[in-house]
Nanobody, 123 residues
Framework: QVQLVESGGGLVQPGGSLRLSCAASGSIFRIRDMGWYRQAPGKERELVGTVSSGGSTNYADAVKGRFTISRDNAKNTVYLQMNGLKPEDTAVYYC?????????????????WGQGTQVTVSS
């Protein structure tokens, strides 16, 4: 079994910062891309950004220059550093990871989601 556990959400004032973490655990052989998504009330889930196993990153235009994604491969953990937060960043944030595990001797990759963590930006 593979599990993603997120932490670090909360309430912050506009202009403030938060750091989210997401740790993967279980029967993991290798993790390819990891990333963060968010879903605001009444809206569809959208990509925030991704980071490859080699550290290459990709961001949505709405967060470029304010958010930074990083990962610690030794800890199977991905981070989202959010600076300059705006009220429109308010959402539930979900981590996602493409994880390879062995099933009956065969390596298979599946996408996994964290449980989500609430980020609220308000004065």
């Amino acid at each position: 079994q593979v599990q993603l556990v997120e932490s670090g959400g909360g309430l912050v004032q506009p202009g403030g910062s938060l750091r989210l973490s997401c740790a993967a655990s279980g029967s993991i052989f290798r993790i390819r891309d990891m990333g963060w998504y968010r879903q605001a009330p009444g809206k569809e889930r959208e990509l925030v950004g991704t980071v490859s196993s080699g550290g290459s990153t990709n961001y949505a235009d709405a967060v470029k220059g304010r958010f930074t994604i990083s990962r610690d491969n030794a800890k199977n953990t991905v981070y989202l550093q959010m600076n300059g937060l705006k009220p429109e960043d308010t959402a539930v944030y979900y981590c996602n990871a493409d994880i390879g595990s062995f099933y009956g001797g065969v390596l298979k990759y599946n996408g996994y989601w964290g449980q989500g963590t609430q980020v609220t930006v308000s004065s």
